[in-house]
């Protein structure tokens, strides 16, 4: 006794559906979801494109970030979105962007990431506000005794160190502001650096 | 008049029952156009098929008091009279007035357009082209509706349908049907009115929701999202034949198509990207399903019972009751659903941002912009297009740029899509539970009946 004709209805609906279905899934339904950003507490791979000062800024800034949020249990995109939208940056926030940054440094300065201070040299000198005869007898000095003088790792570890992170990000729409800002806390950390290599190099001379 | 009688009447139905969603397309347009909220528009849509809904059996009931053409008539004349005040009306509130006038003529044009249509073709001539027509109007509503507000605008979809309801009321005045008097015999058939009250929730989900999605979620014109919904329509018309071919049960023949529109919403929940040759299949499930039973159920609803205007009251309600308590399921879901992929979005296009291969400034001035368009446009899915026009780049970053607005603009995809899966599993699970509705043994009692 054959099945009656019927029957080929629900195993063709069921072919259709099974098929649909299947195709779909193996071409990626069901994970066609946003990008997951992942934990800011691991190691995140970052190439910037600018060079130089800027491009050095950019790498410890997104170092810096995600350590930040990493300390604070958050991805680095929570808490960007956070400091976006809250318009105000909490003291803990602040403080946790401080730190991160420091930690930033630290980073570099272990896995040989941060440029040595002859390689920053050049574009330093062109931005600062010098007389150009100390520009060029700056220029004149050899590499080594520059990379001897200015450690840049401790240099920005003062730099950071000595930033109002609360008004630099209060006013991160006026990038005049923040340049006269990063500026200042730069200068005064070369000085205090200097001042401190000089005193572990000769720390007999008095009134230094 | 007497001639053209039949097919004027056919169109009446069709259009009356593609009034149930054939502004859906719309929405958009309306909610701009007469300021509206989102709650406010949404009831254009909920309004019509809640009132058509509860009026229908007592239209049925009414047409047993009087005369079947003169009743028929009045109901087409109320449509056609409130389908223009639907197109003329400057307010949101003076809208949804017209929409429950609407489907209060439309009830009565509905059940009365079965009584002249049987009366002129016979019982079952006339029962088959009242419910192919209902078919047609419900595949097809949302498809004319998109095409016409694209074409035109959302006053369109009522101003064309008054002179086809206008034509329709003489030709309703020629059937010269005489008053039956016909005493309640049989029970409404409440299997076949529940499943159709499911599925119709489930058929919401599929239209209603997916052009939701190719409008405002993957951002493509009413009219591609109506030729898209076509697919339902057209796929709905090569079900009569495959079930002729088959020869199943009225029983499997309705229950192979609740499981169909139940298949394809899971399709519709799982698309592996926004592409629209993804919906494709889905909605020929879907279509599929719609054409092996809505007309099948209405005929098991109708078939041997008197008074049969009542039955078709019956089925009328049990329709978009069915698709109200869809939208009254579904809408909260989507939009809930909506809010929350607001964040994984943001997230996601933030990553995308801070790792993108541009100039630190390019990428400030970019969140910059990027935040204030996405203010401008909170409440819904954004556009991104206008915040990457405003932004100054050197030419050496500009494919970087393009290529950044592609990848941002595929994560506010997959945020929308991900939006709507919960509402469309939703919707096959209404479709399963039509199924339920058949599978489950008849009792003695209601098989006699």
Known sequence: MSAPRWIGLPVLAAFLVAATVTVQLREGGGQYEPLKPPSACHEHAITPQASGIEGLTEQLVLIGLSKAACSLTLSREEFVLELAQSGEVSGRQAEAIQQGLLDAVEQMSTDGSLPHASDLLDEAMTNADLHPIAKRAIRLLPDKAVNGAVKVDDVLSRAISSLDIQTLLRNLTDQDEINRQVEVAVTQAVKDSLIARAKELIPDIPGI | ?449
């Open chain 2, 1 to 449: 008049m007497r001639r053209v009688a039949t097919p004027l009447l056919a169109i009446t139905v069709a259009m009356v029952l593609a009034d149930s969603a054939v502004v859906t397309l719309a929405l958009p347009d309306i909610l701009f156009h007469l300021n509206a909220t989102v709650g406010q528009v949404a009831w254009v849509l909920i309004a019509y098929n809640i009132v058509l809904g509860l009026s229908a059996v007592p239209s049925a009931m009414l047409l047993r008091r009087a005369s079947p053409s003169g009743l028929t008539a009045m109901g087409i004349a109320v449509f056609a009279v409130s389908s223009a005040a639907c197109a003329a009306a400057d307010s949101i509130e003076l809208l949804i007035i017209a929409r429950c006038v609407q489907a209060i003529g439309g009830a009565l044009a509905l059940v009365g357009c079965m009584v002249l249509l049987v009366h002129r073709r016979g019982e079952h001539r006339g029962l088959s082209t009242w419910i192919t027509a209902g078919v047609f109007g419900t595949a097809a509503g949302p498809v004319v509706g998109g095409l016409l507000t694209d074409a035109i605008s959302w006053q369109a979809i009522f101003v064309v349908q008054v002179p086809f309801a206008a034509l329709a009321v003489p030709a309703a005045l020629a059937v010269r049907a005489d008053r039956h008097v016909v005493p309640d015999r049989h029970r409404p058939a409440i299997r076949s009115n529940l499943t159709q009250a499911f599925l119709s929730a489930a058929l919401t989900a599929a239209l209603f929701l997916l052009v939701l999605l190719l409008v405002e979620g993957w951002k493509h014109s009413p009219a591609t999202a109506a030729i898209t919904v076509s697919v339902v329509a057209i796929s709905a018309l090569f079900a009569p034949p495959i079930a002729r071919f088959f020869q199943p049960p009225p029983t499997v023949e309705v229950a192979v198509g609740c499981f169909l529109v139940a298949g394809g919403l899971v399709g519709l929940a799982l698309p592996p990207s926004s592409h629209l040759g993804w919906t494709i299949a889905p909605l020929v499930l879907v279509g599929l399903g719609l054409g092996l039973t809505v007309d099948r159920l209405t005929t098991m609803a109708m078939e041997a019972r008197l008074p049969q205007a009542e039955h078709a009251g019956w089925t009328i309600a049990a329709r978009h009751l069915g698709t109200v308590i869809g939208l009254a399921i579904l809408t909260p879901v989507f939009t809930a659903d909506l809010l929350d992929a607001e964040m994984p979005a943001q997230e996601a296009i933030t990553a995308l941002i801070l790792d993108a291969p541009l100039q630190p400034q390019t990428k400030i001035n970019l969140a910059q912009s990027l935040g204030s368009e996405l203010t401008a446009q909170r409440g819904e899915v954004p556009d991104l297009s206008p915040a990457f026009e405003r932004l100054v780049v050197n030419a050496d970053e500009r494919a970087a740029v393009d290529r950044l607005e592609s990848e941002l603009t595929d994560q506010l995809e997959r945020a929308a899509t991900l939006a709507f899966r919960d509402s469309f599993l939703i919707g096959a699970g209404l479709a399963g539970l039509a199924l339920v509705t058949v599978l489950i043994p008849a009792r003695r009692r209601e098989e006699l009946s």
